[in-house]
C-alpha cells in the first residue's frame, strides 16, 4: 500500500509557566505525580503538557525502539532508552526523546541512586518522531537544543514527508529519504529501516 501519509491538522499543547520557575527537584515531582501526562520543560522554565500518542505514532515509535534495542543487543554496551525517559539538560531544560542511547562510559557512572530520577545525563544519541501533536519548526528547535546540549547525533523522522532530519555539532542539517540511514559515532553500525517505520502508517491488510 503506497498510499500518501496525510499531515494532520495540529491540535493545540498544554503550556504554563509557573512563578516563580519551578526547581529540579520541584519538577520531578510534579512529573511524578502526573504519570498520565508526559512533561517537559524548556530551558526558560516553561512547561509543556505532551498529549498521548495516537495509534500509528505509538506503533511507528515501538518499531524504532525495537531497531534500536536489536542494535543495543549485539554489543550490550552503554544504556538505550524509551519515550518515558526524561534528561536534564545543562541549559535547565529537561526533555524526553522518542529513543536515546548513551555510551558505556556515561552509563557507568549513573549510580543506584540516580538510576532512580530523571537523568542528569546528556544522551549521545537521540531520535525525534514527528507526531500530529509537533510543530516541525519547533521540533527542530528542539533537535537544535539537543545538540547545543551535547548531543553527538541526532535524529528527526518526520513520517509525512518520508524522511529524516539529522543533527550533528558543528556540521549543516542534512536530509535523509533512503530506504535506510545507518548510525554514525555513538551508535556506529545501527541502520534504521526506513521502509518499517513508514508502514507503520498505512492501513493493515
Known amino acids: 500500500m503506497n498510499a500518501t501519509l496525510e499531515i494532520p491538522i ?3 499543547r498544554l503550556v504554563f509557566k509557573p512563578e516563580p520557575p519551578l ?3 520541584e519538577f520531578e515531582k510534579l512529573c511524578f505525580a502526573n504519570d498520565l501526562f508526559q512533561l517537559e520543560r524548556t530551558r526558560e522554565g516553561k512547561i509543556v503538557v505532551n498529549p498521548p500518542a495516537t495509534g500509528f505514532t505509538g506503533d511507528a515509535n515501538r518499531e524504532i525502539i525495537h531497531q534500536l534495542s536489536v542494535w543495543w543487543h549485539r554489543h550490550k554496551q552503554g544504556r538505550a532508552f524509551d519515550n518515558n525517559t526524561g534528561f536534564f539538560l545543562p541549559d535547565g531544560s529537561m526533555f524526553s ?3 536515546a542511547y548513551i555510551r558505556r562510559e556515561k552509563s557507568r557512572r549513573i549510580t543506584q541512586e540516580e538510576g532512580g530520577h530523571l537523568l542528569r545525563v546528556v544522551p549521545d544519541f537521540v531520535v525525534e518522531l514527528l507526531s500530529p501533536s509537533d510543530m516541525l519548526a519547533k521540533t527542530k528547535r528542539k533537535m537544535e537544543t539537543w545538540i547545543s546540549n551535547g548531543v553527538e547525533l541526532g535524529c528527526l523522522v518526520d513520517p509525512y514527508k518520508k524522511q529524516v532530519l539529522v543533527y550533528e ?3 549543516p542539517m542534512s536530509t535523509e ?8 559515532g555513538p551508535v556506529q553500525g545501527l541502520r534504521l529501516d526506513l521502509k518499517e517505520i513508514w508502514q507503520r502508517y498505512e492501513r493493515e491488510e
Open 10 to 12: 495540529v491540535p493545540r
Open 23 to 25: 526547581t529540579d527537584e
Open 97 to 99: 526523546p522518542d529513543a
Open 169 to 171: 555539532p558543528g556540521k
Open 177 to 184: 529519504s533512503g530506504a535506510f540511514i545507518e548510525g554514525t
